[in-house]
């Protein structure tokens, strides 16, 4: 496994009274496998992968409990300092909004090749060789020229382009994209999908990416978790996930997408809305959202079912594996 | 019969904008025509700045159109002044993105909702006012207890149906909704769609709705006008567009929706282009760099929007 996580648990608040914004969370990821982490806003999908790249904000949410092995090492409590000094495997994450992430008054090149130095400990025309070859492995055309451009001159496709490349400076073996292609409108974000693919196959990097949207899952991932309320409520291989989801939640967010419904006079809904951390204490945090709910359900942590080969929920009432329409 | 509430003709609205030292103009809406009929709902769909906010607000005239004209009934909107001013304020009603944004944190939901009619003198007297806010919170779903609570005591689908609330509360004839849903989660922007679909028609709205998400756009209109780069490339019928696109930057759009099935994969199979730089449009069609179809007459002039075929469709392309 590239990455491996168990029982992972972040949390704020007091030591004698903490919250978990992830709750016992476990998943792997293997050579060359794209692992979607789903789940709408507020779940814990940002607050699991900071954990997995040591950068959980300070001071804040910590791991309170858990184990996250990179490339066979612990890492659970090293700062990426200590895993770069230690040579341990080597991870890089991407953002949402590349804008944020890249300095507006420093040109393109230069942002690279800080990038190259650091990880390659060379500069000058070693660099900026190095950063050429970066951005032709992002396709971005007229390396030469663009190199020179500052932030602003780039259309957001490009600029996560960019933010892409300077991931890649250090030869990642792992790659966390959180939400790369929210901002971006959908003839882009393809092009940007299309080339996360192309990458983990031609570098055999392993890629978490970390999306709400359940249209971009089926493009792209090779196995999903679904995530609800701090927890992972459901992993499968895409085809099964889609094909037979078995958590109530997972089949709940492909009931409403509109583009399963189009023309329909109402949209099928999940009623209320996410919980805030720590609100539900006992039994299934879904339980009040959730049609099929029993008595059990509210009194009693629901158990992990194993329902075939690779194919998990958190629930005590799983849904039959009907296909949905 | 339908009447035409809304017409706008050739409006072009640009800004001012500054990048690294030097001042450009930039064109955000450059020659779009739209109308719209009595209890229809006409969706605007296309990428990140391609003009449609600035189209909802120039209607709504929270920017100052270069040129263009836009009647309401009839009667002119840009050059409106006190009652006919009056009437377009109260009639045409904006539903913003960013719920947070739109309602002032330090006003209660009440005093929001109210606002329009507060500025107009809607209201007959305090208790008119206060059944009026009940009234308004109740047909968006949220208890009329919301009304002295604040926005950041709300969740964002509590939110937008305040914001929504505040939109209707004038009884108005036309719903700008730029966005609505874009920022709510799935489950949630599917509750907020609902709404929407029921008060058009219990109240017999006519809507504007903007998005760039073509989903969102099919499952609300009866029809598409699609934007690229300050113009409208098409429109037609909802589901005309939705079944049998034509324009090649709207077929683009369509094919490039991530289907959420994954045994039909497009990704590194559907190649888009990119769009060009806002600051340097191109003379021609602006949609050329990224066409399958261009030839030389797409480089040196562009497209006007023309019907073709059998459908009620407009298209500007020079090579359908
Ligand atoms: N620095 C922090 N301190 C305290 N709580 C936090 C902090 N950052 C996030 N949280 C809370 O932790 C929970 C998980 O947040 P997280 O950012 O991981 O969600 P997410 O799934 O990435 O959501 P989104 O889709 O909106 O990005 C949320 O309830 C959030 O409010
Ligand atoms: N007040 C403004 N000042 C300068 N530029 C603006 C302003 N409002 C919009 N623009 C620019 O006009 C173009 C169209 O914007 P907008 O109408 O918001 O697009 P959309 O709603 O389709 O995303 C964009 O390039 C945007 O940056
Ligand atoms: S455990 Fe119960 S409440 Fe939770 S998802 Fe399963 S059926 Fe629903
Ligand atoms: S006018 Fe030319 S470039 Fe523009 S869409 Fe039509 S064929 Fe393509
Ligand atoms: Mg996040
Ligand atoms: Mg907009």
Redesign the interface.
């Known amino acids: 496994m590239m990455l491996s996580v168990r029982d992972l648990t972040v949390s704020i608040g007091p030591e004698t009274a903490p919250i978990d914004i992830v709750s016992g969370v476990s998943f792997d990821i293997g050579k060359g496998e794209i692992l979607g982490l789903v789940g ?2 507020g779940c814990g999908k940002s607050m699991t992968s900071l954990a997995v790249m040591g950068l959980l904000p300070q001071p804040g949410p910590r791991i309170r409990g858990g184990r996250i092995d990179l490339v066979g090492a612990d890492v659970t409590q090293l700062q990426p300092w200590q895993r770069v000094e230690a040579g341990h495997g080597r991870i890089a994450m991407i953002f949402q909004e590349p804008m944020t992430s890249l300095n507006p008054v420093r040109r393109i090149g230069d942002q690279i090749a800080e990038a190259v130095r650091v990880h390659d400990g060379v500069s000058g025309a070693a660099a900026q060789a190095r950063a050429h070859e970066l951005l032709d492995l992002v396709r971005i055309p007229d390396a030469a020229l663009q190199l020179a451009a ?1 932030p ?7 600029r996560q382009r960019i933010m892409i490349a300077i991931a890649l400076a250090c030869r990642p073996q792992v790659l966390i994209a959180d939400e790369p292609t929210t ?9 940007i ?2 080339l996360l ?2 990458l983990c196959n031609r570098l055999d990097m392993s890629i978490l990416f970390i999306t ?10 090779d196995r999903v978790a679904v995530m609800y309320g701090g927890r992972i409520v459901e992993t499968a291989d ?2 099964a996930l ?1 094909n037979e989801p078995r958590h109530h939640y997972t089949r ?3 009931d ?15 009623a209320g ?2 919980p805030r951390p720590g609100a539900i204490r006992t039994g299934c945090v879904f339980a009040p959202r959730c049609a099929a709910v029993q008595d059990l359900c509210l009194v009693a942590a629901p158990p992990r079912i194993v329902l075939s080969e690779g194919h998990e929920a958190l629930c005590a009432f799983p849904l039959q594996g009907e296909r949905p329409s | 019969m339908s009447e035409t509430l809304l017409e706008v003709r050739d409006l072009k609205t640009s800004f001012n904008v500054k ?2 030292g030097r001042k450009y103009r930039l064109k955000a809406v450059d020659g779009v025509s739209l109308s719209l009929v009595s209890g229809e709902v006409l969706g605007i769909v296309g ?2 700045g391609c003009g449609k906010t600035t189209v909802g607000r120039s209607i709504v005239r929270l920017v100052q159109p270069d040129s263009g004209a836009i009647q309401f009934r009839g009667g002119d909107v840009l050059g409106a002044r006190g009652a006919a001013l009056r009437d377009v304020r109260l009639n045409l009603r904006m539903v913003f993105q960013d719920p947070y944004a739109s309602l002032n944190p330090r006003r209660s939901i009440g005093d929001s909702v109210a606002e329009a009619g507060d500025i107009n003198g809607v209201f007959k007297s305090r208790a008119d006012r206060a059944a009026r806010i009940a009234e308004t919170l109740s047909a968006v779903g949220l208890e009329p207890s919301f009304a002295t609570r604040y926005p950041h005591e709300l ?3 509590q939110r937008q149906r305040a914001g929504i609330a505040r939109a209707i509360l004038p009884a108005p004839a036309v719903i700008i909704a730029d966005e609505p849903v874009s920022a709510l ?7 907020v ?2 709404l929407m ?1 029921d008060l058009r028609e219990r109240l017999g709205l006519s809507m504007l709705f903007i998005s ?5 756009i ?2 609300i209109s009866d029809r598409v006008a699609v934007m690229y780069m300050g113009r409208v490339v098409e429109l037609s019928d ?2 005309t567009i ?1 079944d049998r696109a034509m324009h090649p930057y709207t077929r ?2 369509m094919a ?8 039909q ?4 199979v ?6 060009p ?1 806002q600051f340097n449009r191109p003379t021609g069609c602006a949609y050329a760099a990224r066409c399958p179809l261009a030839s030389e007459r797409c480089l040196a002039e562009a497209p006007l929007l023309r019907p073709i075929g059998p459908d009620n469709r407009l298209v500007a392309c020079h090579n359908l």
Not at chain 2, 265 to 268: L, Q, S, T
């Open positions: 709408e806003s500052y602003h001159q780039l259309s957001g496709g490009q901002a971006l409108d959908v003839t882009i974000q393809i092009q999908l299309g693919r192309d709400h949207d359940m249209g971009v899952i089926a493009q792209l991932a895409v085809g889609f709940g967010l492909m409403c997408m509109p583009a399963r419904n189009l023309g329909a006079r109402r949209l099928p809904t999940i809305q996410a | 990048r690294s990428e990140s969740s964002g689908g989660d799935v489950s949630v922007q599917a509750q769609l609902n679909m760039h998400d073509i989903g969102v099919g499952q909802a589901r939705l683009a759009l490039a929706v991530p289907k959420p099935d994954p045994s994969r497009i990704v590194g559907v190649e888009t282009g990119e769009p730089s």
